[in-house]
């Protein structure tokens, strides 16, 4: 959100745009968590269910309701950087044939399910706006016009593009190997078990300590996971320019 209230001075003359900028952003933020995310862990439930261990499934986890999706630390990320983390998944191990390689494959679905839904929300907005794909910049408004219509089609654009960020920043982010983040499920197996107790316990902490290392060194401009989305939607952006022959 510092973001979009830094680029105010570029709408000094266009207060309506900028009021539309910041519901799409707003807008982005709420989809991610009551939509994306409980979809992500609905993804992961349903192979916990499939590997063996119906508890999650019993007790109403795989569901899409928000209640049982929402992370608060989680949902600070996405307004803040634009990257966040569903609830923990919660499985037993010991009912899994193969606890390593089951845990391994449940991480990485919910990593998968959000690049997946980056590349749909992705090129919904290239299909929306074709031309200056990537740029929320004053040079697109050429495309739009100064009334209500306008504002909303600006609104869309600007809740599908900063969705896609933070779909695939989501999915960078949790390839971390640190717990409640997926690919903490795919390391869980390998700790001694009083070691896996005292992560479950202090996962609250944990997601701070994650939020903080985010806030400062991650999701800054010139961090590794900004830098890395940026090189990856530099990617998709010409591969949307030759799509549609710009």
């Not at 569901?63 to 923990?88: C, D, E, K, T």
């Not at 929306?128 to 050429?142: A, E, I, P, R, T």
């Not at 996962?203 to 994650?210: D, P």
Request: proline letters at 3%; charged letters at 10%.
């Amino acid at each position: 959100m510092y973001r979009i209230v830094q680029l105010y001075e570029a709408y000094t003359d266009l207060p309506h745009f900028y009021v539309a900028l910041v519901i799409g952003f707003i807008l982005s933020s709420v989809i991610f968590n009551f939509l994306i995310n409980p979809l992500h862990n609905y993804v992961k439930y349903t192979l916990i269910n499939r590997f063996g261990d119906v508890t999650g499934v019993r007790d109403g986890l795989r569901s899409i309701n928000p209640r049982y999706n929402l992370h608060l630390v989680g949902v600070l990320l996405s307004l803040f950087l634009n990257m966040g983390f569903a609830a923990p998944s919660y499985f037993d191990t010991h009912e899994f044939k193969k606890p390593r390689l089951y845990s391994f494959v449940i991480a990485i679905s919910g990593v998968l399910t959000y690049l997946c839904c980056f590349g749909v929300v992705y090129f919904s907005c290239a299909s929306l706006m074709q031309n200056n794909v990537l740029d929320l910049g004053l040079n697109s408004f050429w495309t739009v016009n100064n009334n209500f219509g306008g504002y909303a089609y600006y609104a869309v654009y600007a809740m599908l593009h900063y969705l896609a960020i933070c779909c695939l920043n989501s999915a960078l982010l949790n390839l971390i190997p640190a717990f409640p983040l997926d690919m903490g499920d795919a390391l869980y197996e390998w700790f001694p078990l009083n070691w896996q107790d005292a992560l479950r316990n202090s996962e609250l902490i944990i997601s701070f300590v994650i939020f903080v290392i985010s806030f400062f060194l991650l999701g800054q401009t010139g961090g590794v996971i900004s830098n890395t989305s940026s090189s990856i939607m530099d990617i998709f952006d010409s591969a949307v320019r030759v799509l549609y022959g710009k």
